[in-house]
């Protein structure tokens, strides 16, 4: 597995790859985003492409970006997509780790489905908060 960021110059060449696996993970937002936002964003630089190789093969990208609060920066990991997770979350719980440090952030946060929760608990993260909604249906 290599996992590796992508240059901003290149996104649109590495978007094609990648874009389905943006669009299963836009589609628990309940309408708030899809794979054009992400796109979007990417394009005008407010995040950074992430993507996970197995030999040339994309088989997970996600996007970071750094967010400067008045204490301390965070590296947020906004989107996640792809597959066979067990075989590449060290190397990018890792990576991600010492590039949030390059990028002189003292955290790194992300928000998600519950079941990050386990996935992420043996890397030390813990939950922070919860979100609710409730849609308000007039008819």
């Keep these: 597995m290599i996992f590796t ?5 290149h996104v649109l060449n590495v978007w094609p790859d990648v874009a389905g696996m943006f669009e299963r993970a ?10 054009l936002n992400v796109l979007d964003e990417l394009l005008d630089n407010k995040l950074c492409l992430w993507v996970i190789y197995e030999d040339t093969v994309p088989v997970a ?7 400067p609060y008045r204490e ?3 590296l947020s990991i906004d989107w996640v997509g792809g597959h066979k997770m ?7 719980m890792h990576t991600l780790k010492n590039y949030a440090k390059d990028q002189d952030c003292s955290r790194l946060e992300g928000r998600g489905r519950s079941g990050w929760t386990r996935a ?17 249906n007039d008819g």
């Excluded at 992420?120 to 308000?136: F, M, Q, R, S, T």
Aim: proline share 4%.
């Design 26 to 35: 836009t589609r628990t937002t309940n309408g708030r985003f899809d794979k």
């Design 120 to 136: 992420l608990k043996k890397y030390g993260w813990k939950p922070d908060y919860i979100a609710v909604e409730l849609e308000l």
């Design 86 to 92: 067990s075989g590449w979350l060290d190397e990018v």
């Design 61 to 67: 990208s996600l996007t970071t970006r750094v967010i």
């Design 5 to 9: 960021l992508i240059p901003h110059e």
């Design 72 to 74: 301390y920066k965070s």
